[in-house]
């Protein structure tokens, strides 16, 4: 017997504008293939896009429109402003729209600052780390420092009042004073780590929290729980936090990790090592992670293939009974059919095989 599952309506919670693909630095790693163009989207472009958003239903009852360009502080800040207006202007009641802005900031002022209080506008402000490493990768168009340009950014929202925030936590500290020299620190900096990442979401009303994990990170995940903890249980691409507030989202998930080294690489992206953690020659996750690629070298395409059996569960087939009710097999066990039954049983049942 096949039952139908109703398609979940669809529903809008982040809508990304790009105002001008032009960009005032020029970062070696940059994908965008236009960032020379000083068009600028139209204000009835942005009136017919919101329009056809808010009448389209699938608005969520908060909407976040971010302006990414090139860099969105190139285009003058008067357009932002009619673009906010008319936005506002279009928004039915049970729709609370939040804008946000990612920027290089270079070019915030007093008058940025000024839009970005009147409309509680967020901002994030990109640096690659210090110094050294934002250098390396994010220079201007003459090949210059970009470094301290956007530090003055920094500093201008902090002298004019508008809020931005940077997550610091010292796990480094924490876990070097409590676990044992020798002893693997993976999962007591994980919790810390995780921890600092749920409060800061809880205290700015962040609702959806996204990890860098990729399919491997996963199958990895799935061998040490199952060698270690006894447990057959890997990450979810996606899930709902214990205490039901965030929603945890993986968007790596589904890609391998060698895919995303070769892109890396080809976008020369800055790197940054960690020697705390990745660096513990004597961790489980090492060993793992050796198996998984001495498999993959006798048998190629093994490590897709354990990652699709994570998307292809047979409960009846495994042992857990609060996954299944072995129990109550009994209860559901029909009467012996007859030979005409068993035989129209048995068409019905090859036919619709043929047919899926």
């Not at 105002?19 to 009835?44: E, G, H, W």
């Not at 929290?209 to 040490?224: K, M, P, Q, Y």
């Not at 205490?243 to 800055?270: C, K, N, Q, S």
Request: charged letters at 25%; glycine letters at 6%.
């Amino acid at each position: 017997m096949q039952t139908s599952v109703e398609a979940p309506s669809p529903s809008i919670g982040v809508v990304v504008v790009q105002p001008t693909p032009f960009c005032n630095i020029a970062c070696s790693y940059c994908y965008l293939p236009d960032r020379d163009v000083k068009t600028v989207m139209p204000q009835s472009t942005v009136r017919e896009l919101f329009n056809k958003v808010f009448a389209s239903g699938w608005a969520g009852s908060e909407l976040t429109v971010i302006w990414h360009a090139g860099e969105p502080l190139v285009v003058p800040s008067s357009f932002y402003r009619e673009a906010f207006e008319a936005i506002a202007a279009l928004r039915p009641d049970s729709v609370r729209v939040r804008h946000s802005i990612q920027t290089n900031g270079m070019l915030i002022s007093p008058e940025w600052c000024e839009l970005f209080r009147d409309w509680n506008v967020g901002v994030g402000v990109s640096l690659d780390g210090p110094r050294h490493f934002n250098d390396a990768h994010r220079l201007s168009r003459t090949g210059r420092s970009t470094f301290d340009r956007a530090l003055a950014g920094i500093r201008m929202l902090r002298r004019e009042k508008v809020p931005f925030h940077v997550i610091e936590q010292d796990t480094y500290s924490v876990v070097k004073r409590v676990i044992p020299q020798g002893k693997t620190m993976c999962g007591l900096c994980s919790r810390l780590r995780r921890g600092a990442l749920y409060r800061f979401a809880a205290e700015n009303g962040v609702t959806k929290i996204a990890l860098g994990h990729h399919r491997d990170d996963i199958v990895e995940t799935l061998f040490l729980n199952l060698f270690f903890g006894g447990r057959l249980k890997a990450m979810a691409p996606k899930l709902l936090s214990d205490d039901g507030r965030h929603i945890l989202i993986r968007p790596l998930a589904y890609v391998a990790e060698r895919d995303i080294a070769r892109y890396a690489r080809g976008r020369a992206f800055p790197l940054i090592p960690c020697k705390l953690c990745g660096s513990q020659d004597n961790m489980q996750r090492v060993a793992v992670k050796k198996m998984l690629s001495a498999w993959e070298r006798e048998y190629p395409g093994r490590t897709e293939t354990i990652f699709s059996a994570l998307r292809n569960i047979e409960p009846a087939h495994l042992a857990d009974p609060r996954r299944f009710d072995f129990a109550g097999l009994e209860a559901r066990r029909v009467a012996p059919m007859s030979e005409a039954e068993e035989e129209a049983f048995i068409l019905e049942r090859d036919a619709a095989a043929l047919a899926s």
